[in-house]
Structure formats: structure tokens, C-alpha cells
């Protein structure tokens, strides 16, 4: 007799891992994600540590002059600059610049070809057209992706999981006009408020995040509220009832943890619909403020222009590649928390 | 037996590598009435229907032979020309059987359409001719019903019917009365009987209810856990059973071990004039401005006698569930509910309902789905002592769960029953889970249980064994039930007092053995002489 038991969520883990496909996805996902959050360090302009004369800077935290380096001009130092490269690596000075010598924004004024310019052995994926490094915008317009993604997921599944359940709990008529208020809001055009708000507003990440939201939490809302409708009148529920719990205890100790499997289920694809909506309005140029690197506005340059294959082919492997990591978890949960399937 | 039907030889049923059918062997005569006799996981319903290889994933092996074809050897194409042509399989649920959305006549009409090949106008004649042979009454009318407007027993009447629209050599009858109700079982059973003899059909009967395979078959074949242990006639094996597991299913009749509640006690809870109404929708616009309502209980006095068992007995729908819900005071309604010395409405009003709470307890009649999937022992058990006694530390609290396992017998001693602790449900088995659910109620050491149908989704042996569990508990610990069944045999066992409730209303009260023994009302009569 084993006397340890496994809980239903451990066991959804176990069948989780048991598909290869989605478990690699998994993990290779979470090894970009971590990456493109050090993207300073793999993709910056500044060197990360330079000795100069016996002292040692660090440009990739504090702007220095370039009089510092021995430069004519008062102005931060431009360390792409041959003579400051120069200045900096000769004799017994050194510097240590990052894997991929540009950051999102750099634009390369010492390039020798005209921009864009293909894949070389300075930009290993090509330069856009106004000379920024590709590779440097990719791994930070990825960045950018994701943690928009992850927040407009967080936000929609918590407003989805609270609005859900005062529904499926109370039922009646909070129900009933909670449901009205959904049809009323979700029949509202989407796209165009969207780009209403932004000739209004200013564009920034936040305000995309928050019109995305008020839209984002419906769908999610009923299926929760479906399995609190579910969950509410069964016996466990009853049982916990009588038993004198409050309606918050029999909420969170009970009925929450069993509704859950939708949300879970949900979760990669709702994160890819996050990217998908980022990267399109951006590609539309309704999305985030000009100066952020974003795969959308790569695309849109892409398109502009078409004989700059490297832009379009690498932006449109980078999209792919994400997308398909999230679905193949996705799948792979949705497998793993099939009541269906019992075995472990 | 060469003139046999349909023979059975080495028959092995496994799911993905895992058998659950080792290899069994029976027959059956033309004309005969063979039962399949086991408990739920015995592979009695697995066994019948991967004959027709109507069960998914199975992989099955042996023979078949039927008229001298083997069943197992054919293809998927003629396979389907022997379904619902020479076998016809009646199921237990009538209401999943059926398809919703197309009338009973459709339903009926397409296999005489399939099988018989006739036209959809004689088609539709034959149905009404197959629904009236089922007696069901206003044939004409009915074969334009939908199955949701179909009585319980009319929908089992018109899956009858579809089975015999081809006229089957064989009918697998898989718990064709489990879902029943009581006073319809024997009618259902006399329809079976009647067209089996009018047709010269064989009949095989899934079932784990020994007293109607004592009334319906000729020959019995017993199985437990994938193995054939026994069979013969039906006389041979009642009388004399040969082997242990049929000596111990057919004495799994719950025994009366009960003590009498001392005689002037209070009761622990009165009801007088009790009356729940539910809000229904009205049909058509009128709906659209106010609800109609539907009363479930009507005016109910009743008593449960303090330390002894108050029974509760009707059918579906008789609103006796609904009067476990009042009681537990779950449900509004009107009228005087008094429990241990106190009503709902007023415990609420002085904020004294945690307290009532902690003297009321429930044991639900489903043990699956009566505790949480996601919580374990410990804390389903444990539950009630962090609600009534947040003041006891978490050792303690542990040790008292530990101990009420032991005492419910889910563990020997409650050393063992540390073990256990940190499970989950899944790992149990029913009757594991509903003394579960009886330690959650027992932990705040509540005056008054309600139960209800505390054994009905049980196997019968288990149903034995949790009944003396609860007749223990009531004398050692002097607990009240307000038992809610529609078996007759529970009542029997359990109760001190009974009431029969039909459509809301009591229609006979008194001592339970008293009332079992010479039953007043025409109603109660039909129970007592259902069970019999």
C-alpha cells in the first residue's frame, strides 16, 4: 500500500509530461521567455564591461561620456563608433560588448551597406530599413509579445474566474443580468473603439492592455460560470452547505478548485490569441507607441518592402515558432485534464 | 447443447492490456430467459454487449456462435446486419437511449425501415402496432410523441418496442428496470416476460436484483470480478449455491439490528404542516411574466424519535429528497420545522446558525459526487472540526479524523488510518466513500443524520455492510436518522417509524414493521408487494 496519494493536479502534471511534444514545448518556451528577459545582455549596444586605463565602467547600467574614452564630445558614447571601439580594445584595455553587439532601437550609422541590408556577418539576421540591427528587435519584440501576452492573459482569467463565479454561484437574477450586461458589451465593435481611443489617447502598452481587457474576460467568464452552475448543486457543495461553511469558504474551498480546468485548458491558447491581437494591430499601426520593438511593425516593414526577404521570413519564423510552442501545450493539457482519461 | 442459440465459448474481454473478462462460457436455448447475475465491476454488462461489439476500446476475444456464425469473427458490415436484426439490446436509462429530437414513431419506424424494409406509411402503422403490443395507451397519439414527453415507464415501454420492431431472435435486456421506479419494475417485467413468450425470443438479463431474476429466468449464470462462478437453473442456484460468492450475494439481505428509542424521549426534530413549493416556468407567454410554482411537499407532520430512525418512503418525484433539503434547512419553506429544540428561521434570526449546523447533519445517496475530487481525506473528514471547533490544533484535529476512520471501519485501528489521511477520493471505492462521507457528518457529533438513500448507488453486499455500520453508530452513539429510501428493504432493516409520501403528500404513517407488515393504502401495498 503506497501511502503516498497523488492529487488530481499532480496527476494531470503526470499525463502532462507523458506528452513529449507539449512537455519540450513547455520547456522550451519557459528557456525563450527567461532568455528574452536578460535581452540586455544578449542584445545591447553598450558593452557589458569595459577596462579602460586601469579603470573599470559598466556602459550596459551607467551613460558615460565619450570624453571618457578619450572621444572629442560631451555627448554619451557611442561605442558602434569605430574610433571609440578602437579606443576602447587597444593595448591593455578591453571590453566585453554582448552576444549580439545592438540593442532594439540602434541604428548601425557606420553600416557599410545601404539599409536594409541582408544578413552579414555584423547583422546576422539583416538590418530593416532605417539600419536598426534585426535580430536585436526580434529577441525584444518577442519580449515585448510575451509579457503583454502573459498580462492580458492574468487579467482577462482573473476578471473572467470573478465574474464567472458570482454568476454560476448566485444564479438567478444576478445571473440573469449579468448575462444581458455580456450580450450588450460583447456586441460592441471591438476594432473600431480601438481605433477611435487611439486617435484620442496617446498609444502605449498600457492603454492597449487595458481596452483589450475589457473585451478579453467574456469568453472565459462562460465557461466558469458553466462549471459554477455545475459544481453548486452537487452533493459535495450540499454537504458543505450543511456543514455551515459561508458562502466564500464553499466558493474557494470548493467549488473554485474543481472549475478550474477550463481556465487551465485555455490558458495557451488564450496567451497565443494575445500575441496574434498584439502583433496584428500593431501591424496595423494602431498598436504599441513608435520606438517599441514589436513583431507586427516588422511585418508591416516586411510587407513594405518585399525584396528585404530576411525581414518578413525571420519576423514571420519567429511568429510561427511561438504560436506553435503555445498550441502544442495547449494540447497537451487539454489531454492531460480530459476527465476521460483516468490512468496515470 | 448443439441446438443452443446463441453459444458462448472462452469469451475474454481487456481494456488497453488490462483484462476484465477471464475466459467465460454460456449458452442459451431458443425461448429461454437466461440471467447474467454479478455486481457493478463484475463485467456482466461488458460481457453481453462486446457480443455485438458494442463496447468501446475492448479487446475481445473467443467465440460466438449465433445460429453458427461467430459474432466475433464478423465484420463490421455484417455485424450491423445482425444488431438490432437478430440480437436487439435494451438499455437501463431510457431517457439517453432514445434520441431526443426525433419522435418515438421516427425512432421506431426506421428499423422497420432498415430491418423490415417497409415503406415510412407502414412503417408508422407498424410502430403503433409495437407501442400498442407494449401497452402503452393512446398508441396514435404517442407515436408522435418525443421521449421528454414520455413517463419514465412509457420511454423503457417504447425502447421495448424499437428492440422488438425487427423481431430478434435474442433480447439483451441490460437493467431494463434499475431505472425505474418500484411499482413500474414488476409491470415492466410482466411486458418482458409476456412478448418473450408471444415471440419465442431468448432473453438475456444483465441485472445485480435477485429477486427479480427469481421471478423472471430459467437459468442463472453468476459472475464476480471477469469469472463465471456459477450457474444453473434459477431453483438450483437459490437453493442450493455451490459456490461462496453466490451463498454471500444471496444473503445479502440488510438485517434488523436495531435498538428501540427509549419511549418518552423528545423527538429530535418535528415538522408540522411543512409545505415546500419550487418556482416553475409557466409554459408559453404567460411564463414570460411570472412563474408558476410547484409544491413538492404538502403539508407534512412528522416526528423523528430522539436515538431512533424515522423512514421516509416513496418514489421519485414524491418529494421526499426535498423534505432531507428542509430539514437540513437548505430549502425555504413554510410551516413549523423545529430541530433539536429549534427552528431555522430563528437560529438565523439570533445568529445561532452555525450552531444548529454542527447538530444536523447529511450522508448524500451519490458517494462520487458527495466528496470533492480535489480535497483529501484529511480535509474532507476534518472539514466540519475547522468550521465548529477552530480552537483545536492541527495534531488534534488530525488524531480525532484518524480515529473516526477507524470508527466508521474504513481502517482497522487508527494508527492505520494516519496512512490514509493524505488520499484522495478517486483512490476509494464506493462504499469506502460513502463511510467517508458518513465520518465528515459524525466529526461535529451532530444529534440528527439525515440520509439520503445513503445505499442506493451501493453493490448489495456493500449496502449490507454500511447499513450495520449505521445501526452501530446509532446505538453506540444514540443518533437520530431521518432516513429517506425508496427501498423497502432498507426500511426494514432501519426504521423505528415510517412514512410512505406519494406526490408530495403522506399517505400512511406508523411503526415500520407494523405498516411493512399490513400495509393500509393501495400505494403502500404496491411497494411492500414490489419488493417481496
Known sequence: MATASLSPSRRAWLRFKRNRLGYWSLVLFCVLVVASLFAEVLSNDRPLVVRYEGQTYFPIVRDYPETVFGGDFETPADYLDPFIRKQITQGDNWALYAPNPYGSQTINYFAEKPNPSGPSRANWFGTDDRGRDLLAQLIYGFRVSVLFALALTAIGVVLGIVTGAIQGFFGGKTDLAFQRFIEIWGSMPELYLLIIFSAVFAPSVGLLLILLSLFGWMGLSDYVRAEFLRNRQLDYVRAARAMGLSNAQIIWRHILPNSLTPVVTFLPFRMSAAILALTSLDFLGLGVPPGTPSLGELLSQGKNSIDAWWISLSTFGVLVLTLLLLTFMGDALRDALDPRKQDV | MSEALLDVHDLRVAFQGQPVVHGIDFSIAPGE???????????????????????????????????????LSLSERELRGVRGDEVAVIFQEPMTALNPLYTVGNQIGEVLQLKRGLTPRQARAGAVELLASTGIPEPERRVDAFPHQLSGGQRQRAMIAMALASRPKLLIADEPTTALDVSLRGQILELLSDLQRQHGMALLLITHDLPLVRRVADRVAVMEKGHLVEQGTVAEVFEHPRHAYTRKLLASEPERAVAEPAADAAPVMRAEGLRVSYPVPMPGFKGWFRKGSFTAVQGADLAVPAGGTLGVIGESGSGKSTLALAALGLLPFEGRLEVAGSGWAEARRDKRLRELRQRVQVV????????????????????????????????????????????????????????????????????????????RALIVEPQLLVLDEPTSALDVTVQKQVLSLLQRLQRDRGLSYLLITHDVGVIRAMAHEVIVMKDGAIVERGPALDVLTAPEHPYTRLLVQAAA
Do not use: C, M
Not at chain 2, 456482466?44 to 475492448?58: C, E, H, M, Q, Y
Open chain 2, 33 to 71: 430467459k437466461l440471467a447474467l447475475v454479478g455486481e457493478s465491476g463484475s463485467g456482466k454488462t461488458v460481457s453481453a454487449l462486446s457480443l455485438l461489439r458494442l463496447v468501446v476500446n475492448a479487446e475481445v476475444s473467443g467465440q460466438a456462435l449465433l445460429g453458427g456464425r461467430d459474432l
Open chain 2, 364 to 439: 448524500f445517496q451519490d458517494p462520487f459526487s458527495s466528496l470533492s475530487p480535489r480535497l483529501t481525506v484529511e480535509q474532507i473528514v476534518g472539514e466540519g472540526l475547522s468550521v465548529h471547533r477552530p480552537d483545536l490544533p492541527a495534531d488534534q484535529r488530525r488524531e480525532r479524523v484518524a480515529a473516526l476512520l477507524a470508527e466508521v471501519g474504513l481502517v482497522d485501528d487508527p494508527q492505520r488510518g494516519a496512512d490514509w489521511l493524505q488520499r484522495y477520493p478517486h483512490e476509494f471505492s464506493g462504499g469506502q466513500r460513502q463511510r467517508l462521507a458518513i465520518a
